[in-house]
T-cell receptor
């Protein structure tokens, strides 16, 4: 089946630092989604990307749909303690084929 | 809108017991799915449904049954629970987007332990 490679697996950063994570695939996707999961909760949608090359922001978060349609990037600027959690990427092929990365666990030291 | 709701939030079963995890959505979404999340393994698709009366298997369907009699509800049944089914279960729903806008929304999860 489809495989998404998400990296890094985990990050330990200082409050105020910028963060970057990415997902790559050998397959083309029509949509890229980025989710955040807090401990004990379900994933919450942060950003959705629909066109190759698209760059979309949501507050301090910025995500890009790779031009090849095989990758996507998420950046978090000026991290704060509440950014702690697990970030998942998801690629969508057709309307009902969602493929998830294994997650990036973000730790922010105050 | 309540979004996607799941019950129960926590459940402990003994090996061999059966139970049903409930999932409901009030967004009139056609597509619903069940995932399990295990440490270090991300989300794995168990079963999904593209509409009432239509279901299909995902990546890890063995030991689980689903049915979709209404648009709103998509229960997941464990037929004979095994310790390997200890996991966190998430239900999700989405609506095939116009203009390619496909977004999937998750419930809060059910934490299942099988002893």
């Amino acid at each position: 089946g489809q495989q998404l490679n998400q990296s890094p697996q985990s990050m330990f950063i200082q409050e105020g630092e910028d963060v970057s994570m990415n997902c790559t695939s050998s397959s083309i996707f029509n949509t890229w989604l980025w989710y955040k999961q807090d401990p004990g909760e379900g994933p919450v949608l942060l950003i959705a990307l629909y066109k190759a090359g698209e760059l979309t922001s949501n507050g301090r978060l910025t995500a890009q749909f790779g031009i090849t349609r095989k990758d996507s990037f998420l950046n978090i600027s000026a991290s704060i303690p509440s950014d702690v959690g697990i970030y998942f990427c998801a690629g969508v092929y057709n309307f009902n084929k969602f493929y998830f990365g294994s997650g990036t666990k973000l730790n922010v030291k105050p | 809108n309540a979004g996607v709701t799941q019950t129960p939030k926590f459940q402990v079963l003994k090996t061999g017991q059966s139970m049903t995890l409930q999932c409901a959505q009030d967004m009139n979404h056609e597509y619903m799915s069940w995932y399990r999340q295990d440490p270090g393994m991300g989300l794995r698709l168990i079963h999904y449904s593209v509409g009432a009366g239509i279901t299909d298997q995902g990546e890890v369907p063995n030991g689980y049954n689903v049915s979709r009699s209404t648009t709103e509800d998509f229960p997941l049944r464990l037929l004979s629970a095994a310790p390997s089914q200890t996991s966190v279960y998430f239900c999700a729903s989405s609506k095939p987007g116009t203009g390619g806008r496909d977004e999937q929304f998750f419930g809060p999860g059910t934490r299942l332990t099988v002893l």
